[in-house]
């Protein structure tokens, strides 16, 4: 079975994820922090795309979880651009790197597939993981990444953390990148729950396909 995918991010209030640096900001509060803790260790599998990686160079796991118990990572490399340093690629949890089949690189201590021409093939990801017992994968960004999967209408709950600071910016990126959706496609949700954590506020929408 599909996979149940989550897509959460945090965001300023003026809708940006990052600044135009493309440097790490700490926009959740200590409370969301804890609940995006609880949140990955609810999923079998963390994916985000190269971006993030090479910007951000995050571990992906949960704290205090051995190694064995902490959900698979996975990170979307279509042109090789993740360095053999990356954090992502130690032993603190199983790394699977998602390629294209012209790229030819091999990543020491992950495992690689190839799934697609050109572009990865998400929904070919998505029955890969179903089939390892993935029954919720959560994608944290970034905003290319997650446009994919919004693009591909692989998106279940969309779960967003409202910061309390201005960001700014025309090129900085912004939750859902990517070219964008023309009037008529726009992605319909439903809003589920409103939520006040410390300085910030946690919405969470369930996505509507048929509109
Ligand atoms: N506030 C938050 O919650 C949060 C969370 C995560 C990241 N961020 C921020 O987001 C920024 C990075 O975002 P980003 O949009 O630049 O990068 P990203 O989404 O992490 O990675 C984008 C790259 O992933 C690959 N990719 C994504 N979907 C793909 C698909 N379907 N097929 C093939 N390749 C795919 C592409 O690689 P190629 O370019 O190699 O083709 C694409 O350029 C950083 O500033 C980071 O700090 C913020």
């Known amino acids: 079975m599909r996979p149940k995918v989550i897509v959460n991010c945090a965001m300023s209030p003026d809708g940006k994820i990052a600044g135009t640096e493309r440097r790490q900001l ?12 609880r949140l990955r260790s609810e999923c079998q599998a963390i994916l985000v795309g190269a971006g993030t990686i090479v910007a951000d160079d995050p571990h992906l796991t949960v704290k205090g979880l051995p190694p064995e118990r902490q959900p698979l990572r ?7 651009k993740v ?5 992502v690629l130690d032993a603190r ?12 690189r091999t990543y020491p201590g992950a495992e690689t597939v190839r799934l697609g021409t050109g572009r990865i093939d998400l929904e070919a990801l998505l029955a890969l993981l179903g089939a390892r017992g993935v029954s919720t994968l959560l994608v944290e960004g970034g905003g290319e990444t997650i446009y994919s999967f919004f693009r591909a209408g692989l998106v279940d709950v969309y779960s967003v953390f409202i910061g ?3 960001i700014g910016g025309r090129e900085a990126p912004t939750p859902v990148d990517g070219e964008g959706f023309r009037t008529g496609e ?12 410390g300085a910030g506020v946690h919405l969470t929408y369930e996505v509507l396909r048929n509109g």
């Open 74 to 80: 996975v990170i979307l490399d279509p042109r090789g």
């Open 93 to 104: 949890a199983r790394t699977l790197v998602v390629t294209v089949r012209e790229c030819e």
């Open 164 to 166: 309390d600071f201005i």
């Open 83 to 87: 360095p053999e340093t990356a954090m």
């Open 186 to 197: 726009h992605i319909p949700l439903r809003l589920v729950s409103v939520e006040r954590l």
């Open 26 to 37: 700490r926009i959740s509060s200590p409370e969301d922090m804890e609940r995006v803790r």
